[in-house]
């Protein structure tokens, strides 16, 4: 599981650790709850993420109800969740 915390202003640290969590991987989870903030670049980075990972394993995002993640994510539909059995994201 990789965990998110902080603001989430730019995508590359994000994208690096998901490719590296993705690698030889059968899913990566990605724990939201800390994000205090989603900016659009988090976002395009999440977004290029799906695309190569659920190539190849699956992408889960946990995000509680009510935070900043899960308010954004729900705004550009990236499928999300409160746990992992309701955060499964497949690809478009």
Same mark, same amino acid.
């Given at each position: 599981?990789?965990?998110?915390? %902080?603001?989430?202003?730019? @995508?590359? !640290?994000?994208?690096?650790? /998901?490719? *590296? =969590?993705?690698?030889?991987? #059968?899913?990566?989870?990605?724990?939201?709850? %800390?994000?205090?903030?989603? @900016?659009? !670049?988090?976002?395009?980075? /999440?977004? *290029? =993420?799906?695309?190569?990972? #659920?190539?190849?394993?699956?992408?889960?995002?946990?995000?509680?109800?009510?935070?900043? !993640?899960?308010?954004?994510?729900?705004?550009?539909?990236?499928?999300?969740?409160?746990?992992?059995?309701?955060?499964?994201?497949?690809?478009?």
């Amino acid at each position: 599981m990789l965990r998110v915390e %902080g603001p989430v202003a730019a @995508a590359p !640290a994000l994208e690096r650790e /998901l490719r *590296r =969590a993705s690698h030889g991987s #059968t899913g990566v989870v990605v724990d939201l709850t %800390g994000v205090t903030l989603l @900016a659009s !670049a988090g976002v395009a980075g /999440l977004t *290029r =993420a799906r695309r190569y990972i #659920t190539a190849e394993a699956g992408l889960r995002l946990i995000s509680p109800p009510g935070s900043s !993640a899960a308010h954004i994510l729900s705004l550009v539909r990236i499928p999300h969740g409160p746990d992992e059995d309701l955060a499964t994201v497949t690809a478009d």
